[in-house]
């Protein structure tokens, strides 16, 4: 298995979407669908296959995929493609027929048809495709019922039965022009997925149906209702305009930008362009001049849905209308597209992190650097606390350059009074490594601290007292408290941000400061917790510490009733104590 490919799996979301495999051309061989992208996708990649998908397995170099809200939308996405890209391996999806849309006509006279045929330029207005045959011939039926179009194929000579029941305006004798604007509107209307009015209505008859024992027609409106539900059924996929439009979905961070463009043509979703730009100016003028780039060498759509920075100076340059949807499918597809960019990002962030964590070369690029021995083992430092209260340290464990958890410890800081990092620093280092000392190890090849010089200086001291000869580094942050310097034997070393040694350290650096970070909240919770329940006589640390565990909060308790405190596991004293402690103002104003 390819190692990009390996990365990906890994990261694949458990979400439904359409994914494309792609060969060593970056071409698309295979498109599908999956209920479960990971589950999907994954799947070929594992176990036996048949002839023809190993055969297709063996041409895979890279697969994508976009992320949908339902199996439905992916389905719908599914078939545009195959109709666009014509892969090799989708030989049975590549017909028209397999897919059926629903269509009035353009007809003097009107008829609304399910047709599995070509979309054809004089046919008329087209709605589709839908994946449930069944589901779009019961809804014409309907729409037949609730609607006077033509209902035969050659007009007779006389009126027939739908004339009589008022489902046909009766082109056979009436002469005079007839105006169909108004239900051809209605129609198209309900088949882009504004179908409230009519459920409404066959919600009402099958009520009436139910209240006059007609349970055979309610059942049957019941089926109708699920039927139009499942046909209409919220889709983002395609819209029935026909306008070339695409959708520009933008997600950035400090250092990158990643864009995702959804092309439609004739209302449907023909593909995705994903790319990430590296970010040197601002994100408006770094999207600006990449979009204008990418027009100058693709077709541009008659429209852009955009959340843009300035629409005008962007529509004024491209000479393109571009707006902002604020409603409906056009603001769905945008969101989709924002969606997409957004994971794309972080998806690549990932990927990468995961590769780098995994390479030997990293840890022996930082030895280089430091011009020390390989740090095989690496522990890294973090204190935490508010103004000096509920101060902890933290220390996490990386081995051959990936985090090791269950090497991870938490230290309750003891000797130290007030907000004093430097002490703080030499408290936990001392009691970390005088304990390895009696343990017999095993003791790092490189120590970080989350911090400067001073952080530094502080392990220093304590190691030289204990006698130990271990490197220690400071990862030194700048004004956005990020990554930017390595402080070591009294330099700075700058590391470039692209690099896998920086990936490193801000990894290293993130996860032991998210670590202090939560066990410092933890234990301001519980003081604080604590700190109120203090005045209440009877109440030690072990009955404080089983209503930490009953009640999840001290506004929980302060409401609770004896018995519930009972409950909690206090005696029935103690109980009293404790409510009548929380309802002293209530029991003075004899409430």
């Known amino acids: 298995m390819k190692a990009i490919i390996a ?11 359409c994914y494309q495999m792609r060969d060593a051309k970056n071409e698309i061989i295979y498109v599908g669908k999956a209920k479960n992208l990971k589950n999907r996708v994954r799947s070929y990649f594992h176990g036996a296959h048949n002839a023809k998908t190993t055969r ?6 890279d697969f994508t995929y976009v992320i949908t809200a339902s199996e439905l939308e992916a389905f719908v996405l599914e078939i545009n493609m195959i109709k666009e890209y014509d892969p090799k391996y989708n030989i049975m999806l590549k017909d028209d027929k397999t ?3 629903i269509a009035i006509t353009n007809e003097s006279h009107p008829r609304l048809i399910v047709t599995r045929s070509q979309r054809k330029r004089n046919l008329g207005r087209y709605f589709g495709p839908y994946p449930n045959v069944k589901a779009a011939r019961t809804t014409m039926d309907l729409l037949n019922q609730i609607y006077p179009f033509r209902k035969c194929y050659n007009i007779p000579k006389k009126e027939c039965l739908y004339y009589h029941m008022n489902q046909c305006l009766g082109p056979c004798i009436h002469k005079e022009p007839l105006d169909y604007t108004t239900y051809k509107n209605k129609v198209a209307s309900f088949l882009n997925g504004d179908a409230k009015e009519v459920i409404e209505d066959i919600v009402t008859r099958m009520q009436d149906a139910s209240e006059k024992l007609e349970f055979e027609k309610a059942k049957e409106y019941r089926d109708l209702k699920f039927a139009i539900e499942d046909t209409v059924a919220k889709q983002k996929i395609s819209i029935n305009d026909l306008t070339s439009r695409d959708y520009i979905g933008i997600y950035a961070d400090e250092d990158e930008i990643s864009i995702d463009i959804i092309i439609t043509r004739r209302g449907n979703i023909v593909q995705n362009h994903q790319t990430i730009i590296n970010k040197y100016d601002s994100i408006e003028d770094e999207t600006i001049n990449y979009l204008i780039q990418f027009y100058q060498i693709n077709n541009k759509p008659k429209e852009i849905c955009f959340k843009a920075f300035d629409i005008e100076l962007l529509k004024s340059m491209l000479e393109i209308e571009i707006y902002e949807p604020k409603l409906g499918k056009k ?4 969101e989709m597209a924002n969606y997409n960019a957004k994971f794309n990002l972080e998806n690549k962030r990932n990927i990468y992190k995961n590769q780098v964590l995994k390479k030997q070369e990293t840890i022996e690029t930082l030895g280089e650097l430091l011009h020390i021995p390989v740090p095989r083992r690496i522990e890294a430092f973090d204190n935490s606390n508010l103004y000096g209260e509920y101060p902890v340290s933290a220390m996490v464990c990386y081995i051959d350059g990936k985090p090791s958890p269950k090497d991870f410890r938490k230290y309750h800081i003891k000797t130290v009074v007030g907000a004093n990092d430097y002490e703080s620093m030499k408290e936990v280092i001392y009691r970390r490594y005088f304990r390895l000392l009696m343990e017999d190890g095993p003791f790092p090849d490189l120590i970080i601290m989350d911090g400067g010089e001073i952080q530094v200086h502080a392990a220093e001291a304590i190691l030289k007292e204990l006698n130990l000869d271990i490197s220690v580094v400071g990862i030194q942050k700048n004004d956005k408290h990020k990554a930017s310097k390595l402080y070591f034997e009294g330099q700075l070393f700058d590391i470039d941000r692209n690099s896998s040694i920086y990936l490193l350290m801000a990894d290293i650096s993130q996860r032991v400061h998210d670590f202090a970070i939560s066990f410092f909240r933890s234990n301001k919770a ?6 109120i329940l203090d005045p209440i006589p009877g109440l030690g640390p072990k009955r404080k510490e089983e209503l930490l565990k009953y009640f999840i909060n001290i506004d929980q308790i302060k409401k609770a ?3 519930e405190l009972k409950k909690a596991g206090m005696p029935t004293n103690l109980a009293i104590e404790i409510f009548n402690y929380f309802h002293k103002e209530e029991q003075s104003k004899g409430i």
């Not at 297709?56 to 170099?61: D, F, Q, R, T």
Request: glycine fraction near 6%.
């Open 561 to 563: 009733s004896v018995e």
């Open 331 to 334: 603001k769905e597809i945008l």
């Open 526 to 531: 519980k003081g604080l917790f604590s700190s």
């Open 56 to 61: 297709l397995v063996s041409e895979i170099e």
């Open 7 to 17: 990365e990906k799996l890994k990261l694949l979301p458990d979400s439904p979407g």
């Open 99 to 101: 897919y059926p849309y």
